[in-house]
């Protein structure tokens, strides 16, 4: 049976295919059953799993770099039993922090040669997929922003890429202005003004370790929906450090909702990101399959 490995070569700026090279060593080392893929492109590593899953040999599908290549592969194995293993070697790597995933490239490989595969939520958008965080408005101007710049690649290089969100925070609240959002939880609806950023939670982390939605679970069935509104741009920019702690959440104009089928209209169209990836705008829609992945 095959262990096949999916690397991005640019993810952290280069680190995922350094931490390939050390994984290698081990594999051999171990005399595992192995294949590998490099994605050149966006969007490849969806297209190999795909490839990888009409092997018949293929026993995990291993994604090695950030959350941005883990968002792929997930899109590639949604109904297959085979299950996702993650090497984190990206900028951010929330999706290893609530599964806690070994940081050590090492260490991961360990726990995915134990295979103990379980299963876990996943948050659907439209026709794609989402693990962690889905980010609607100022949240997804930043993304956007972040993904484009230079600076990012420095700050991985560096191991600091959390910190390349919060320069975009500041890039973009100089120009952003919050608007009028219409949102519907399962049967409620409701009308809120002066939207500065709706996260709809999986799991708890996005950007780097921000705590979003502290309390989100990938096997409740649920979404968390926080909502930040009513706030001068000073106010906001004093609130955002309490996020890595998740102690926004007892600020007056946040607010968190969880439901299971969320869909959100604006009078403007919003920057939608999931999983640090950019999807769209809205209007959107979004639901949750619960126990939809097998992960190890």
């Known amino acids: 049976m095959l262990h096949c490995f999916i690397v991005n070569k ?3 700026n280069g680190r995922a295919l350094k931490v390939w090279h050390l994984l290698e060593k081990i594999l051999l080392k171990k005399n595992i059953n192995y294949c590998v893929r490099f994605t050149e492109e966006p969007k490849q590593a969806t297209a190999f799993v795909h490839e990888l899953l009409g092997n018949e040999q293929t026993k995990v599908i291993i994604a090695v770099g950030g959350d941005g290549t883990v968002h792929e592969v997930i899109n590639g194995l949604v109904g297959s039993t ?7 070697a990206g900028s951010g790597n929330d999706f290893c922090r609530q599964l806690r995933i070994p940081l050590r490239s090492d260490k991961a490989l360990e726990r995915i040669l134990r295979h103990e595969p379980k299963r876990i939520d996943l948050g659907r958008i439209d026709d794609k997929y989402f693990a962690t965080v ?8 930043v993304a956007l922003t972040t993904n484009r710049s230079k600076y990012k690649k420095i700050l991985n290089i560096a191991r600091m890429g959390g910190i390349s969100y919060i320069i975009g925070v500041i890039k973009v609240l100089h120009a952003y202005k919050p608007m009028t959002v219409h949102l519907k939880i399962d049967h409620t609806e409701l009308k809120l003004t002066k939207v500065w950023l709706i996260a709809i939670a999986n799991s708890p982390f996005y950007a780097g370790g921000m705590a979003i939605c502290p309390d989100a679970q990938n096997n409740d069935g649920l ?6 509104q009513e706030l001068t741009k000073r106010e906001l920019l004093y609130l955002f450090p309490s996020v890595f702690k998740g102690r926004h ?19 403007s169209p919003l920057l939608v990101h999931g999983d640090g990836e950019m999807i ?9 399959e619960p126990n939809y992945l097998y992960v190890i």
């Open 223 to 228: 979404l968390d929906i926080c909502i930040v």
């Open 134 to 141: 889905v980010g609607v408005g100022f949240d997804g101007q």
């Open 82 to 88: 085979i299950p996702l293993g993650v090497i984190p």
């Open 280 to 288: 769209g705008q809205t209007p959107v829609n979004l639901t949750i």
């Open 10 to 12: 640019v993810s952290g």
């Open 249 to 267: 959440i007892n600020h007056p104009s946040v607010t968190i909702y969880r439901g299971k089928e969320i869909e959100i209209f604006s009078e």
